[in-house]
């Protein structure tokens, strides 16, 4: 399954939550799902498969994936000692792409990606065109020369769609941003049951 660019607050409305990462609108004043018979969904009781589902849905449209990228990402967080659901939020903050929206240079993943993969950020003073990139503690990340000249970057460093963490130490006049130390399983900017997303990828790794 391809990675998705339909309608982004459809998925927002389908699965109950907004995706900071996804999109900067808000379901809030549409709070039930998409379709003509939305409310009665929303009152109808979910099995368990669904609820695993809705929870697995949530980590691929907010960081921007296709079904075969989340699936090697939680074969690599089984790999590492500990809880694999909180080894899978800290693989997917680490993307560049992500760290890049979550530092405040983008509004949303998606235009991080598109920055990225234009070649205007560079890591550790290098020009850098993988969005899939994962940080290590210590790198540095930022817009190149050109890329800080973009509007979309210089109107989301001064409106940015979330707080910035405090696991990402800001430099404003540099305009760099460094991954100070590893997110935690509480890093995602959504409500997540990771022992839902783990339980659905139990058989099918």
């Known amino acids: 399954m391809s990675r998705y660019t339909g309608p982004r607050l459809k998925v927002l409305r389908a699965l109950g939550v907004d995706?900071?990462?996804l999109s900067r609108k808000s379901m809030q004043e549409r709070n039930q799902p998409p379709g003509q018979h939305g409310a009665r969904k929303l009152a109808s009781r979910k099995s368990e498969f669904g609820l695993q589902l809705m929870e697995k849905q949530k980590l691929r449209y907010n960081y921007g994936l296709s079904e075969r990228q989340l699936r090697r990402?939680?074969?690599?967080?089984?790999?590492?000692r500990g809880a694999t659901g909180d080894k899978l939020v800290e693989l997917l903050e680490r993307r560049l792409d992500n760290l890049v929206f979550r530092a405040g240079f983008a509004p949303t993943i998606p235009a991080a990606r598109q920055l990225v993969a234009h070649g205007h950020f560079q890591l550790n003073g290098r020009r850098v065109t993988i969005p899939s990139i994962r940080l290590r503690v210590g790198d540095a990340f930022g817009p190149t020369e050109t890329g800080g000249k973009i509007d979309l970057v210089r109107f989301t460093l001064e409106a940015p769609a979330l707080e910035r963490p405090e696991w990402i130490a800001y430099?404003?006049?540099t305009r760099t941003a460094r991954l100070a130390h590893l997110p935690d399983r509480d890093a995602a900017p959504f409500p997540l049951d990771l022992q839902r997303v783990v339980e659905y990828y139990a058989t099918r790794i």
């Open 73 to 80: 990402a939680v074969a690599d967080a089984k790999k590492h």
């Open 171 to 173: 430099d404003g006049t």
């Open 19 to 21: 995706l900071p990462g």
